[in-house]
């Protein structure tokens, strides 16, 4: 392998652990490294447990000596966003609200990547409960983006792309509600798959907006990114909106790109808004793809102007549900000022809770009103309907579409933390998707000017995977953004 062993893809670790040039005691000792050197300029981690996470990799290099090895995945150390449970592992949603907490179970994704022998490190940080877009409303600060510190690495998994693109983890886990495994991803310059919804477990997964969530996957490669969806995905029980779809062998399939026949171009994403360089960068892949015997063809998502609004909405309304079991009772953090029990529920969550979860409560109280329920709630499920609608039609026609995943390159810390109608904009061309139910991923396709990554998102019929991330592998293979690696 050629340059830092941090830097070392998935695949490539695979086989010099398999051929006993690298222990997963070395790679693991490796990225601790890396991280305790650059993560104080990043703080892309809330927590890690160092001698826990150097456990499993001894583990990991015994069962392997011994013929036992589990999976492709098995001695790779991963970082968890600090909203999926790991047993015994803090658990804080970069919440103030939880400090303190400890999960006693894991969620279905973290107990599928235990059996298949991933070495689980670190917690990594994320904007509070999942709502930003930037990394700034973390309790533990902001993160920084590793192609340039100045600047925001995206979010909501802000840490979980900057840890992997900066060599602090090989993979990592994120979840996705309108953009927030995506726009980190091509802010961070890695791949990043938001899979369908219903492909993936959300059991041990906090819930910000259950109709909408899904756990996502980051990686450096294409490959990679295939081999721990395929770890994790999968039909459980202990998750009713969990579907029984059938698994394909993703690895396999990555070759399998001239089964995607034709890719459509939403014309909605290509208007004003979007910056010249992420435009040219876009046009110049779908140009490869054209030539690579694709059929490009221009399609039509009339609805998803409304996805934003549709989705603040939605999302607000799940969310003000889903958070009110945060009020110092049952677990985290209490209030020391409460005098009786419900100064406990309204000081702890006065004082538990950040600006902008607190605006979100707000917003979907409000919308769930008995005075507001119809004319907002019940219109946005209406209009969501219909996005859905444009996407499936859509869908009858083409196999994939190609979007940009952002309007600009990432942004600077505090460029729009004061204004947050400019920072909702930031997912405008990832949200629908959500909101369809499909499947999308962020892949790199080139840089700006001043140095900063350009991803482009590729969206997939619902538990079409395969397809998506064989279209990506193609676009990976003949161009060199995976070698590229921030100076950091
Ligand atoms: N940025 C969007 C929001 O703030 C999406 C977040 C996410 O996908 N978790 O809600």
Same mark, same amino acid.
């Given at each position: 392998?050629?340059?830092?062993?941090?830097?070392?893809?998935?695949?490539?670790?695979?086989?010099?652990?398999?051929?006993?040039?690298?222990?997963?005691?070395?790679?693991?000792?490796?990225?601790?490294?890396?991280?305790?050197?650059?993560?104080?300029?990043?703080?892309?981690?809330?927590?890690?447990?160092?001698?826990?996470?150097?456990?499993?990799?001894?583990?990991?290099?015994?069962?392997?000596?011994?013929?036992?090895?589990?999976?492709?995945?098995?001695?790779?150390?991963?970082?968890?966003?600090?909203?999926?449970?790991?047993?015994?592992?803090?658990?804080?949603?970069?919440?103030?609200?939880?400090?303190?907490?400890?999960?006693?179970?894991?969620?279905?994704?973290?107990?599928?990547?235990?059996?298949?022998?991933?070495?689980?490190?670190?917690?990594?940080?994320?904007?509070?409960?999942?709502?930003?877009?930037?990394?700034?409303?973390s309790h533990f600060g902001n993160?920084?983006?590793?192609?340039?510190?100045?600047?925001?690495?995206?979010?909501?998994?802000?840490?979980?792309?900057?840890?992997?693109?900066?060599?602090?983890?090989?993979?990592?886990?994120?979840?996705?509600?309108?953009?927030?495994?995506?726009?980190?991803a091509a802010f961070c310059g890695?791949?990043?798959?938001?899979?369908?919804?219903?492909?993936?477990?959300?059991?041990?997964?906090?819930?910000?907006?259950?109709?909408?969530?899904?756990?996502?996957?980051?990686?450096?490669?294409?490959?990679?990114?295939?081999?721990?969806?395929?770890?994790?995905?999968?039909?459980?029980?202990?998750?009713?909106?969990?579907?029984?779809?059938?698994?394909?062998?993703?690895?396999?399939?990555?070759?399998?790109?001239?089964?995607?026949?034709?890719?459509?171009?939403?014309?909605?994403?290509?208007?004003?808004?979007?910056?010249?360089?992420?435009?040219?960068?876009?046009?110049?892949?779908?140009?490869?793809?054209?030539?690579?015997?694709?059929?490009?063809?221009?399609?039509?998502?009339?609805?998803?102007?409304?996805?934003?609004?549709?989705?603040?909405?939605?999302?607000?309304?799940?969310?003000?549900?889903?958070?009110?079991?945060?009020?110092?009772?049952?677990?985290?953090?209490?209030?020391?000022?409460?005098?009786?029990?419900?100064?406990?529920?309204?000081?702890?969550?006065?004082?538990?809770?950040? #600006?902008?979860?607190? +605006?979100?409560?707000?917003?979907?109280? =409000?919308?769930? @009103?008995?005075?507001?329920?119809?004319? $907002?709630? &019940?219109?946005?499920?209406?209009?969501?309907?219909?996005?859905?609608?444009?996407?499936?039609?859509?869908?009858?026609?083409?196999?994939?579409?190609?979007?940009?995943?952002?309007?600009?390159?990432?942004?600077?810390?505090?460029?729009?933390? #004061?204004?947050?109608? +400019?920072?909702?904009?930031?997912?405008? =061309?990832?949200? @629908?998707?959500?909101?369809?139910?499909? $499947?999308? &991923?962020?892949?790199?396709?080139?840089?700006?000017?001043?140095?900063?990554?350009?991803?482009?998102?590729?969206?997939?019929?619902?538990?079409?995977?395969?397809?998506?991330?064989?279209?990506?592998?193609?676009?990976?293979?003949?161009?060199?953004?995976?070698?590229?690696?921030?100076?950091?």
């Amino acid at each position: 392998m050629d340059g830092e062993i941090f830097y070392g893809s998935a695949a490539e670790l695979e086989r010099l652990l398999d051929s006993g040039e690298l222990t997963s005691q070395e790679l693991t000792e490796a990225v601790i490294a890396r991280t305790k050197l650059v993560d104080k300029k990043l703080n892309a981690f809330i927590h890690f447990d160092e001698e826990k996470t150097m456990r499993e990799a001894i583990a990991s290099d015994r069962r392997r000596k011994s013929g036992r090895k589990m999976s492709a995945l098995d001695g790779i150390p991963i970082g968890i966003k600090d909203l999926i449970a790991e047993r015994g592992q803090p658990m804080t949603c970069g919440s103030k609200i939880l400090s303190g907490y400890v999960s006693p179970y894991d969620a279905t994704v973290v107990e599928r990547m235990r059996e298949s022998g991933c070495v689980l490190w670190g917690r990594l940080n994320m904007d509070e409960f999942a709502m930003g877009s930037s990394n700034e409303n973390s309790h533990f600060g902001n993160v920084a983006n590793p192609w340039d510190i100045s600047r925001v690495p995206g979010g909501s998994s802000g840490g979980s792309a900057a840890a992997v693109a900066a060599g602090e983890a090989i993979l990592a886990l994120g979840s996705d509600t309108g953009g927030s495994v995506r726009q980190p991803a091509a802010f961070c310059g890695i791949v990043g798959l938001k899979p369908s919804y219903g492909a993936v477990s959300r059991y041990g997964l906090v819930a910000f907006a259950s109709s909408l969530d899904q756990v996502g996957q980051f990686g450096r490669t294409v490959a990679d990114v295939a081999s721990l969806f395929q770890i994790i995905s999968g039909h459980d029980e202990r998750d009713s909106s969990s579907y029984p779809f059938e698994k394909r062998d993703y690895g396999a399939e990555l070759s399998n790109h001239s089964r995607v026949k034709r890719i459509g171009i939403p014309k909605e994403c290509f208007g004003d808004g979007l910056d010249e360089e992420i435009r040219r960068a876009i046009e110049a892949a779908i140009d490869f793809y054209g030539s690579g015997g694709h059929e490009i063809v221009e399609v039509s998502l009339p609805t998803i102007e409304y996805a934003i609004p549709v989705y603040y909405v939605i999302a607000t309304a799940e969310a003000s549900a889903n958070l009110a079991r945060f009020d110092g009772i049952r677990y985290g953090y209490r209030s020391a000022a409460a005098q009786n029990a419900i100064d406990i529920y309204f000081k702890t969550r006065g004082e538990g809770f950040g #600006a902008e979860v607190k +605006r979100r409560i707000m917003l979907g109280t =409000y919308v769930l @009103s008995s005075e507001n329920f119809e004319s $907002c709630y &019940l219109r946005a499920q209406k209009v969501r309907t219909m996005i859905r609608g444009d996407f499936m039609r859509v869908f009858t026609d083409v196999d994939a579409m190609i979007t940009p995943v952002t309007p600009s390159a990432a942004f600077k810390i505090g460029e729009k933390i #004061a204004d947050p109608m +400019r920072m909702y904009l930031s997912d405008i =061309y990832t949200i @629908s998707v959500n909101l369809a139910g499909a $499947c999308g &991923l962020s892949l790199p396709c080139g840089f700006s000017k001043t140095g900063l990554p350009i991803g482009m998102q590729i969206i997939g019929r619902p538990f079409h995977e395969h397809e998506i991330l064989a279209l990506a592998n193609e676009f990976e293979l003949a161009h060199d953004f995976r070698g590229m690696h921030p100076d950091i």
